[in-house]
């Protein structure tokens, strides 16, 4: 498997993790000290990637409408060690743009950071 195969099966994991609300899975593709970072109403959110798995475990999966709305936009590699991705996914009511940065670490892809925005949304289907 190539690098960018190896980092695109942990952006697919990502995507599966919201949706599915898999805190379990989170917690294997993050970094333990991970942040993830984005403009809440125009303040600035931080959340540990400890926390956000725990917020996925009790949110759980998405309503049946939304699962499977989700897709990688971009996956960059930038070195044999370093990738940035752009995926799109979407929540109740929310339309979210996450920007993932990805390193290898002890032979392992692992998101590093996540940088994420939303819209408000009624869209329940992929166009």
């Known amino acids: 498997m190539t690098a960018v ?4 099966k942990i952006v697919a994991a990502y995507i599966r993790s919201f949706q599915l609300g898999d805190g379990a899975l989170a917690r294997e593709i993050f970094l333990p ?30 309503p049946e409408p939304l699962l499977g709305l989700g897709r990688t936009l971009a996956l960059h590699l930038h070195g044999p060690d370093l990738a940035c991705a752009t995926v799109e996914v979407f929540g ?31 869209r329940t289907a992929m166009a």
């Open 92 to 122: 109740p009511g929310k339309h979210y743009t996450d920007v993932l940065s990805l390193l290898k670490v002890d032979d392992a892809w692992k998101i590093a950071a996540k940088v994420y925005a939303w819209t408000p949304t009624e």
């Open 5 to 8: 195969e190896h980092a695109a």
């Open 33 to 62: 000290n991970a942040n993830l970072c984005g403009n809440e109403r125009g303040k600035l959110s931080v959340i540990s990637s400890a926390a956000y798995a725990d917020y996925l475990a009790k949110r759980g999966p998405l």
